[in-house]
């Protein structure tokens, strides 16, 4: 019924509203419009992070019957969010402290044995659901990824530093390093009879091959460009997005991963220019624009996924497997790593969100198989969902529980309201 009245609505508008650019421009326009406040308004009056609010506003559009995105994701859409999902991987790339695994290489133990326990649990338990293989293994591929996009934002938003936090950054970089490779090398393999291990291997060594390539290139056009104009440039700024909105293009064409060869590029350009560079106000400023946007269209497409008791119950054990798993593997591997078990437990928390990069690996899965896509959707569109909103909420009390957080956590206005009454 509530869609039937939104599409009436739209509708009438569409006959009344002739924008030059076009009704959905409007209408995206007012929904980052909404999303921007209400972010502003969650983390000031409820103390939580802007990507809470983003989240619910994208929920509420999703769930009254917006039908501004086509899923599975294709064309502008699918393009915005790889260009988001690149601009947050590329930074996080160029923070990844390559020398400190030669000094501590349990931290890659760490990641390797977190990531291969979330994939076996989840699909153990989705198997012993009755749940088809072919299902349950792009699920449990997704679900080995814990979104840098919330967790940075969420570190931002409670202004958090410690060993925690870049410990948590570091290894949510590394699973989705892993799970990129493998989810787009394996959704062109779904519908295949079973293979042997070199039919396997190969079309992850062409991802993979190819995203190193058009990383590489990227690098080294940055590297080139660093030695002439200064970092704290306008114009620096705006040929550090081009030139990663042209490999996301130019990947994504060749067949490999946009998201990884942001990756790459950010982690080889870290090589090349090893001194600190700080990313200029003005990228900040475009990029939290498409971070916004990437979160709101992950909950608006969420959102629009057929909610169900009997899918209810496979979502949250799911969802359980993989805090559990998360968490155990971290743990398991700590000693040697230089962390507490306190810090261990702190760290597994903070890798619970879910986000765009799980979106897009769905959506390659779907788009490959729209036979199976059907049932893939069923359970991880609520499960993405979900773990946005509250893997931002576990994220936020991990980094406060760890006490690496300068910002107290306490609603703004009610921090306001006492300082008054003193």
Same mark, same amino acid.
């Given at each position: ?38 972010? #502003? ?18 929920? &509420? ?40 695994? /030669? ?23 989705? #198997? ?15 679900? &080995? ?21 870049? /410990? ?18 394996? @959704? ?34 940055? /590297? ?37 060869? @942001? ?59 993989? *805090? ?42 779907? *788009? ?51 300082? *008054?009454? /003193?």
């Amino acid at each position: 019924m509530s869609s039937f009245i939104t599409n009436d609505l739209l509708g009438f508008w569409s006959e009344w509203l002739r924008p030059s650019a076009g009704l959905p421009t409007v209408l995206w326009s007012l929904l980052l419009a909404a999303a921007a406040a209400a972010g #502003h308004l969650v983390q000031r009056y409820a103390g939580m992070p802007k990507v809470v609010g983003y989240s619910m506003v994208g929920t &509420v559009v999703g769930l009254a019957g917006f039908e501004g995105v086509m899923w599975p994701l294709q064309g502008i859409s699918l393009f915005l969010l790889e260009l988001g999902v690149a601009i947050v991987l590329f930074e996080a790339g160029g923070r990844l402290p390559l020398r400190w695994f /030669r000094h501590n290489p349990m931290v890659l133990v760490q990641s390797l044995l977190e990531a291969t326990l979330t994939y076996f649990f989840v699909f153990w338990v989705l #198997h012993w659901m009755d749940v088809p293989d072919p299902v349950a293994n792009p699920i449990a591929l997704m679900a &080995v990824v814990a979104s840098p996009a919330v967790l940075s934002r969420v570190v931002i938003d409670t202004r958090g530093s410690g060993p925690v936090t870049e /410990r948590a950054l570091t290894l949510a970089t590394l699973n989705t390093f892993y799970a990129l490779t493998l989810g787009y090398a394996q @959704a062109g393999l779904i519908e295949r009879a079973p293979l042997g291990l070199f039919q396997k291997l190969y079309p992850v060594a062409v991802v993979l091959g190819l995203s190193f390539v058009v990383g590489a290139l990227m690098a080294l056009s940055l /590297r080139s460009a660093l030695r002439v104009m200064s970092p704290t440039s306008e114009n620096t700024s705006i040929l550090l997005l081009a030139i990663i909105a042209a490999g996301a293009a130019l990947a994504a064409h060749l067949g490999g991963s946009a998201p990884l060869a @942001a990756l790459i590029g950010g982690v080889l350009l870290k090589a090349l220019h090893p001194k600190p560079w700080v990313w200029p106000r003005q990228l900040g400023t475009a990029a939290s624009l498409l971070t916004m946007l990437m979160f709101v269209l992950v909950s608006v497409v969420a959102a629009q996924a057929d909610w169900s008791l009997p899918i209810a119950s496979v979502v949250l054990a799911v969802i359980a497997v993989r *805090t559990v798993a998360k968490i155990a593997g971290v743990a398991i591997a700590n000693p040697g790593s230089g962390a507490s078990w306190r810090q261990a437990l702190w760290v597994g928390c903070a890798m619970a969100p879910l986000s765009s990069i799980a979106l897009l690996i769905t959506s390659g899965f779907v *788009t490959a198989s729209p036979l199976l896509g059907a049932m893939i959707t069923q359970i991880a569109l609520p499960a993405i969902l979900l773990m946005e909103v509250l893997g931002a909420v576990l994220a936020t009390v991990a980094i406060h529980g760890a006490g690496e957080s300068s910002r107290p956590w306490m609603p703004e206005a009610f921090s306001i309201t006492e300082e *008054t009454q /003193r």
